[in-house]
């Protein structure tokens, strides 16, 4: 039986808040926890956060990133994928996920919230993260509400609905 693959969403390092970036550490640890594997666009912020949490936690960690050198991910990502396609690869991520979770968050979250949306692949917004996370809580991304942007104010109750919503 294949692992499932829970995608971690978010601020950047340039614009990640310290709340972000701890809320994040703990999604990932918790995956770890529970044994999934956690995907991220392998870069800094939220992505690395969690990638650290993950880690720390004895998880997986897969990194897709938009650049063609896999140099630039962050240090905690035990498998990257270098795409060299830039923003593009927001898709690749999503396609990638049993589910996702989103902390903070701005334009580049954003897209793969819509590539999860449009696949119908679960998605929970960490509430008091700031971002798209806020903005989208409990809310449909467009009028086919195709898929609810569920929401959770603890990292343990955000990867507990995630997993639950997993379908087999």
Known sequence: MRRKQVL?????KDHC??????TAYQVGLELAKCGVTLITGGLGGVMEAASHGSK????????IIPQDD???A??????????GIGFARDFVTAYSADAVIVVGGGV???IELSAAYQNEIPIVALSGTGGIADQFAGQYLDDRKVERVLHEDSAQAAVKRALSLIKE
């Open 8 to 12: 971690v969403v978010g601020s950047g």
């Open 70 to 72: 896999k140099r630039m």
């Open 17 to 22: 808040t310290e709340v972000a970036y701890d």
């Open 56 to 63: 720390e936690g004895g998880g997986l960690v897969i990194g």
């Open 108 to 110: 580049g979250s954003l």
């Open 74 to 83: 962050n240090d905690y990502c035990d498998a990257v994928i270098a795409t």
